[in-house]
C-alpha cells in the first residue's frame, strides 16, 4: 500500500484510481493494479513521448536504457521490474497508443513474434 505525505495526495490517488476503473482499457489496468499515481502516470506518458521522438529522428534506442529511465519514475516496489517496463509499453501498444515504443523496443523478442506485423 502506498504511503502519502498528506491527505490531498492520498485523495488524488483515490480519485485517480477511481478514473481508471472507468477507462477499463489494458493501460489503466496495469496502472490501477501497479498503484500508479496520476504524476506517476504523467511521468511514464512524457518518457514515452520522449522515446517516440528518438524514434522518429532515428536515433538508437534500446529497452535497457528505457527501463533504467522508467525505474526513476516508478516507486521503490517496481524499480528493477523490467516485466511492469515492457507490460506497460505493450498496454500502449493494445490501446493504440506509442505503438511504435512497443515495438521498437520489444517487438523483436521470440516471445512477441506472433504480434508482429
Keep these: 500500500m502506498r504511503r502519502?505525505?498528506?491527505?490531498?495526495?492520498?485523495?488524488?490517488?483515490?480519485?485517480?484510481?477511481?478514473?481508471?476503473?472507468?477507462y477499463r482499457d489494458a493501460t489503466s489496468d496495469i496502472l490501477y493494479e501497479n498503484e500508479i499515481t496520476r504524476s506517476e502516470y504523467s511521468d511514464i506518458m512524457d518518457l514515452m513521448d520522449e522515446y517516440r521522438h528518438k524514434i522518429e529522428r532515428h536515433i538508437k534506442v534500446n529497452n535497457s536504457k528505457f527501463e533504467d529511465e522508467m525505474y526513476a519514475i516508478l516507486p521503490d516496489n517496481l524499480n528493477g521490474n523490467y516485466h511492469f517496463c515492457e507490460n506497460i509499453t505493450?498496454?500502449?501498444?493494445e490501446d493504440r497508443r506509442w505503438e511504435e515504443v512497443f515495438w521498437e523496443l520489444y517487438g523483436d523478442l521470440p516471445k512477441y513474434a506472433y504480434l508482429r506485423r
Design 90 to 93: 505493450r498496454a500502449f501498444m
Design 4 to 22: 502519502f505525505a498528506n491527505i490531498n495526495d492520498r485523495l488524488d490517488f483515490i480519485e485517480f484510481r477511481q478514473d481508471l476503473l472507468f
